[in-house]
């Protein structure tokens, strides 16, 4: 069988997704493919019980997508960031708040259970008749040529496209068949996300507490049967992470309660675990012919900050624009693309990866060079207005 579209997308995660209900609001002819079917159901097995927070600027693009109004409704507001170091413990935890109000009138962001945010995408798209969104096939070749890629699936469809976005993850096939190479930068580190509950309400208090081994997150939830609830990445050295994973419930809990200086009161796990590996990723380039590299086939990083797939909603507002004023895959829209969107990317991941060695780090004195330096970001005004920008995504 053979076919044509505007947009052939491999990659059917949040970002894949994301990207087909946006680029199909705009009227475009979008095939989205994906091997595996999206789990939409936070309590079935392999569903994805992380979360996800989209800072500001992402509200926009997902009102343009048709999404907002799907999401809002199960979003918790991010008004405050704070951080905690907790690494000293003959003495009380260093504690600085973050305030969007500081910006203006609206949060930092809004949070979402990955699965929940895959349930409310597969509804949109569906409501889209240019979306054609094919579940249980994937890329298995991609052939281009100056004027059209050609692409066969997995179940052997052929598929004629002028446009390959690959969204397809950190270990992109679409990213190797391109020939492009990636950096990676491995820290030892792996990351349990599981959902909590506590006794202290959040207040949309988002709380980083820094010990070692990483940074221990809670992000708001909505509260469940009354309690206030929260999700949490723990990322630690390896094998202590593995460790963690195979504790009795109470053994876990009592690992889990140390760790969070005790900043919402005692914590109940409301969840299974999952783990998660930790690295950073960039790719050589973002751009082959006829192919845009974007998300995790373009970049990886921590969990820090909430970047992730931030950057990657940034790689959609990107090509969302150029495809306004270019032909759909050019060499000129893609090495637009390229100049665009790598130089951010870079100081983001290179960002990222000294927060994570700082957080990572052991010794005291490393220690307390970090919570003096956390001190002097919040304490000076115009540098604490600039970090929270930058961290909202303006670019450095």
Not at 29 to 58: E, H, K, M, N, Y
Not at 107 to 132: H, I, K, S, T
Not at 312 to 336: N, P, V, Y
């Amino acid at each position: 069988m053979h076919e044509t579209t505007d947009i052939l997308i491999s990659g059917g995660g949040v970002a894949g997704l994301t990207a087909a209900a946006a680029f199909g609001a705009c009227g475009h002819r979008v095939t989205l493919v994906d091997p595996t079917p999206p789990i939409t159901d936070g309590d079935a097995v392999g569903a994805d019980l992380r979360s996800t927070a989209f800072l500001q600027p992402a509200r926009a693009l997902l009102q343009e997508a048709g999404l907002w109004d799907r999401l809002a409704p199960f979003a918790s507001a991010l008004h405050t960031m704070r951080i905690v170091d907790a690494s000293n413990p003959a003495r009380e935890p260093v504690v600085r708040n973050f305030e969007s109000s500081d910006l203006g009138d609206a949060p930092f962001g809004w949070n979402l259970p990955n699965w929940l945010l895959r349930r409310e995408m597969v509804a949109q798209l569906a409501e889209l008749p240019n979306v054609d969104f094919r579940p249980g096939t994937a890329t298995a070749r991609v052939q281009t040529r100056t004027h059209e890629a050609r692409v066969t699936l997995l179940d052997g469809t052929r598929i004629t496209t002028p446009f390959v976005i690959a969204a397809d993850g950190r270990n992109s096939p679409v990213r190797e068949q391109a020939g492009i190479s990636v950096r990676t930068t491995r820290y030892g580190q792996k990351a349990l996300a599981f959902a909590v509950t506590h006794p202290m309400p959040h207040d949309n208090v988002s709380t980083e507490v820094h010990r070692s081994g990483g940074p221990f997150t809670l992000v708001p939830l909505p509260d469940r049967d009354g309690q206030p609830r929260s999700a949490i990445v723990w990322m630690d050295d390896g094998p202590e992470s593995l460790r963690r994973m195979n504790l009795a419930p109470d053994a876990f809990e009592a690992e889990l309660n140390d760790r969070s200086a005790g900043v919402m009161g005692r914590l109940k796990l409301a969840s299974r675990l999952t783990i998660w590996p930790i690295i950073s990723q960039i790719a050589e380039r973002f751009d082959a012919e006829r192919t845009a590299l974007m998300a995790e086939a373009a970049h990886v990083v921590p969990p820090i900050g909430a970047q992730g797939l931030n950057m990657s909603l940034a790689d959609i507002r990107a090509l969302l624009d150029l495809s306004t004023t270019h032909d759909m895959g050019s060499a000129a829209m893609l090495e637009g693309y390229h100049r665009a969107r790598y130089k951010d990317v870079a100081t983001r991941v290179a960002g990222i990866t000294t927060l994570n060695r700082t957080s990572q780090a052991g010794q005291p004195m490393v220690q307390a060079l970090r919570a003096r330096g956390m001190q002097m970001l919040h304490d000076v005004t115009p540098v604490r207005r600039a970090m929270m920008e930058l961290g909202l995504g303006a670019r450095g």
